[in-house]
């Protein structure tokens, strides 16, 4: 049994979080989430509550309410994405590995059904905090969804935006508004002062690019897929022509 009331959270005592789970699990309240997240996972920082909390986030990841369950399994990605700090992950994972495995095979439910891109990506990203993959249990679907990575040049330091969507796929170092006469042909952007970005050939399915884009396009989310291909790809800033690859030095900022 969790004595809740010696745990702490980002506000201090934890004692408040069983009746904030259980107002929760009620589905009468809205906005009860954004608390929850603010408590346990404060700007990606966890906590002791936030581990105690795993087995009741399981256990709303079943709610037949699409919405709870989802937000769930995000909640608890974070949770696992923060575990992955300097001395916490094995201890975590060891204390808390039935859940994990719980949690796991829910998420993997989940995504074969996901109602739109960004739910997919964001419970994507979600497995790999469950399976303990560092760096991309938080880097992945912040990027992908906002269509923009924002890194530094390895060459000069400039600092550089990542265009991934719409508007093209293109490293530049300026502020870019594209007007619709910026599109070619086919419909990408080649702005002045961008470089193309040169997307990878996922051959490697062990790879952590080849394994992602292998399930975007077995779940049929080819568009996920495309964009993938540049994530894991290759750049070159615009600034000092240094050629880098684009998941590096996402992950190193």
Known sequence: MTDWTKLSHAYGSAEDIPGLLERIASGREPGLWTDLWSALCHQGSVYPASFAALPRLADLTESEDRAQAVNALNLAGAIMAGAEQPGTAEDVRARH?????????????????????TEYIELLESMLGF??????????????????????????????????????????STEYALPDDT?????????????????????????????????????????????????????????????????DRVGAD
């Open 97 to 117: 590995a039935a859940t994990v495995a719980r949690l796991l095979a829910s998420v993997n439910r989940h995504l074969r059904t996901a109602t739109g891109p």
């Open 131 to 172: 399976e303990g993959v560092p760096g991309w249990s938080e880097n992945l679907s912040w990027g992908i969804v906002n269509e923009e990575y924002e890194i530094s040049c390895p060459g000069c330091g400039t600092d550089l935006y990542i265009v991934l969507g719409e508007a093209g796929f293109f490293c530049t």
């Open 183 to 247: 599109a070619d042909a086919t419909g990408t952007a080649d702005p002045a002062g961008t470089r193309p970005l040169r997307p990878a050939v996922p051959t490697d399915p062990h790879g952590i690019g080849g394994r992602l884009h292998a399930l975007a396009t077995a779940d049929g989310r080819h568009e996920i897929a495309h964009v993938l291909t540049h994530v894991f790809g290759d750049a070159t800033c615009p600034d000092c022509s240094a050629d880098f690859t684009v998941a």
